[in-house]
Each structure stands twice: as C-alpha cells, then as structure tokens.
C-alpha cells in the first residue's frame, strides 16, 4: 500500500467517525455575523490553521479549496462569496465529499444566507486538479501537502499555480518542523497522513513556493503545534512543530529572485523628509514600512544609523513595501 493509499484510508474513517482533535487547530474559528457553523462540521476541522482571510475575498472570486473535510472552510468562503458555484471543493475520498454535502444541508438550515449550490464539490486528486488552466482568484488547501513527499509536494504545487489566474492567491496552512526528524517517523506512513513527520522546515517549505514560480509570499502566521516526544514516539528528543498560515501570490518573479514577506519592518529616524533608496522604496520618518526580507536585506546592506530593520515576526497582514 502506498502512503498516499494510506492517507486516503486514515481520512475515509476520519468521514465515517469524525475525530476531534485529528489536527487539533491553533486558530480561532471565525466568528462573524449571520454565520452558524454545524457542530459536525467544528468536530470535522482537521487542518492546522485557517486559510479564510477577508483581504482575499473581494470582488466575488472564483475559489477552489482542496481537501473538503467537514465542509467548514467551504462555508466560510461562501460567507464571502454568495454565488452559485462561487466555491469549488475537491476530494478524492468519497466518504468525505457525501460527508460535508450533507453538513452543507444542514447549513442551509441554521443560514437563511446560505444555498448548498453555492459550493460545487467535485471528485479529484490534488495531483491533476479536475479545474482548467488560469480560471481560479483564490486556491486554498488546510494541512494536506504536509502529506506529500518531495515530488508530489512539488506536482502539487504546481497543479496550484496552473489553475490560479494572474495574481491570484494560493493560501496555505501547514505544520513545519526546524529539527531533523528521524527517518523512521518520516517513513511512517500514517503520522504522514496525519501531518506531522512530513514538516519541513519553513525555508525549504517557502522554497517549494517559489520555486514554482510565485513571486511574491506572505507569512501570515506562525503558531506552535505539536510536540513529537520520546515516550510516544520514535525519537531521542522532543521535536517541536509549528504551523504557519502563507500566502502564495501569481506574481511574475522578479529579476533578482521573490519577495517573501516574514514580518520585517522599516523604519527611518533621520533628519530628511524621506529616505528614497532609488527602487522605489520611500521611508518617511518615523512610519514603520513593513518590507520583504529581500529589501531589509538590501537596506541594512547600506550600513546607516538612521535606518532600523526590524526581525521577523512571522506576521504579514499586507501594506508592504513590493
């Protein structure tokens, strides 16, 4: 049996038997007005973070979520979205898909807003996307390419960036690890399914990213997870896990490599009206400018004492400097 036949295996009886806690989230779930989510559904929430965020969902976009679960996020993006088909939901385990169709007949029960044709949910692998070239704003997965090793993580990857239109978005939650974990976790084919020995650390992880081609990536957040300790597990040391929330935008890559926003901030304190450092970069005093880790970089490479970079906060919440 495959691991991925193994991932199917462990989320059909995830459908049939939900299992709270499966991947135990640290975000809170959205709490917004007029919206009731099923109680299946929060026992159903098997991702690590959340991959909704308001800033994404103007203008009516065209959404594929990949990996249904419960349906929860599902719900969440026709909060915003409204229209029939608006949201695109892809499995390929069966069990799962008739699960959150018949979460959705209950939503539509506690949401005088909300019509089950608002969410279309298809059959499919996230490997060959049943979904046509640039036809997508907003694609979004919750704690599933953690499953995938190398070359499926990257043929995924890329079945994202072929759907997503110009600048769309691809937004991600997944756990990453910065410790070595052991082979004989990484080869277990059911802590893979469950998300946990498959982390990897967040700069292979946003490497991944680009070097699909995304110019331009935004850490959203950056929370603890888990904990892989030796009474439970086969390994020698405790091995802490995080999971991050990212942003992934089609942008065209830029000539001198992708802006990748980590949470650095900018902040001029001389005597000038402005700091211009002639690549379209202006810093007015005393005005935090949130900028990616290339032009921090770039700016603290100019060696003034009036200028200070701030470290990564692992927060990016937009108005930056690219």
């Not at 997508?136 to 090793?149: M, S, T, V």
């Amino acid at each position: 049996m495959s691991y991925l036949e193994t991932t199917k295996n462990v989320y059909k009886e995830a459908a049939e038997n939900p299992q709270v806690g499966l991947c135990c989230t640290t975000t809170p779930v959205w709490q917004l007005p007029g919206l009731s989510i099923p109680k299946k559904m929060l026992d159903m929430n098997y991702g690590c973070g959340s991959t909704v965020n308001p800033r994404d969902l103007v203008n009516n976009p065209k959404i594929l979520y990949v990996g249904v679960g419960g349906g929860m996020e599902l719900l969440q993006f026709a909060y915003f979205s409204r229209q029939k088909d608006g949201v695109i939901g892809v499995d390929v385990v069966d069990e799962m898909l008739q699960v959150s169709k018949d979460n959705f007949a209950i939503a539509e029960k506690d949401n005088a807003w909300f019509s089950s044709d608002f969410v279309k949910l298809v059959k499919g692998d996230a490997l060959n996307l049943p979904i046509e070239n640039n036809s997508i704003d907003i694609a979004a997965q919750n704690c599933l390419f953690n499953i995938f090793k190398h070359d499926d993580l990257k043929k995924a990857l890329q079945e994202m960036y072929r759907v997503l239109k110009p600048r769309g978005r691809l937004v991600l939650s997944d756990p990453t690890c910065e410790q070595r974990i052991p082979g004989k976790l990484r080869d277990d084919e059911r802590l893979r399914a469950l998300c946990l020995s498959g982390s990897l650390p967040l700069k292979d992880y946003i490497k991944m990213i680009t070097d699909t081609g995304f110019g331009t990536v935004e850490i959203r957040a950056k929370r603890p997870y888990r904990i892989l300790d030796p009474v439970n597990y086969d390994t020698d040391e405790l091995i802490f896990i995080e999971s991050v929330e990212v942003c992934a935008i089609k942008d065209p890559m830029p000539a001198d490599g992708p802006c990748v926003f980590t949470g650095k901030t900018a902040i001029y304190y001389g005597m000038e009206d402005f700091f211009d450092d002639m690549k379209g970069h202006f810093l007015m005093p005393n005005q935090p400018l949130a900028v990616c880790d290339k032009t921090a970089g770039a700016l603290k490479g100019l060696n003034r004492n009036d200028i200070f970079i701030s470290e990564s906060t692992w927060f990016y919440d937009g108005g930056g400097c690219c």
